[in-house]
């Protein structure tokens, strides 16, 4: 039964730093790849960045990191915006061709709980 547990968020200050959490279970890391995605109040989920087969990923502020012992990818931001603030999701889904990050959710068919960031001004 595949899970994914996403945490860490919180309440930080703009120009501030946070590392969400994302452990998964009922699969390994090198058989699916992970996504970030997020919800900012009144728009669609968007996606952030994707992890494939361990690799790190760096996407401006934001770079994703997974440790393989504890099947936990993470999603550390820095320089934290006010419009950084949403619900932040973990999903898990096949690898696709040439490693490619979707943005559509339906091949996403995994999905975390999502955890809220904000970001103070």
């Known amino acids: 039964d595949v899970q994914l547990q996403a945490s860490g968020g919180g309440l930080v200050q703009a120009g501030g730093s946070l590392r969400l959490s994302c452990e998964v279970s009922?699969?390994?890391?090198?058989?699916?790849?992970i996504g970030w995605f997020r919800q900012a109040p009144g728009k669609g989920r968007e996606v952030i960045s994707c992890?494939?087969r361990n690799d790190p990923t760096v996407k401006g502020r934001f770079t994703i990191f997974s440790d393989s012992a504890k099947n936990t990818v993470y999603l550390q931001m820095n320089s934290l915006k006010p419009e950084d603030t949403a619900v932040y999701y973990c999903?898990?889904?096949?690898?696709?061709?040439?490693?490619?990050?979707?943005?559509?959710?339906?091949?996403?068919?995994?999905w975390g709980q999502g955890t809220q960031v904000t970001v103070s001004s």
């Open positions: 999903a898990a889904g096949p690898v696709l061709k040439d490693d490619y990050c979707s943005a559509y959710e339906f091949l996403w068919p995994y």
């Open positions: 009922g699969f390994t890391l090198d058989d699916l790849a």
């Open positions: 992890s494939v």
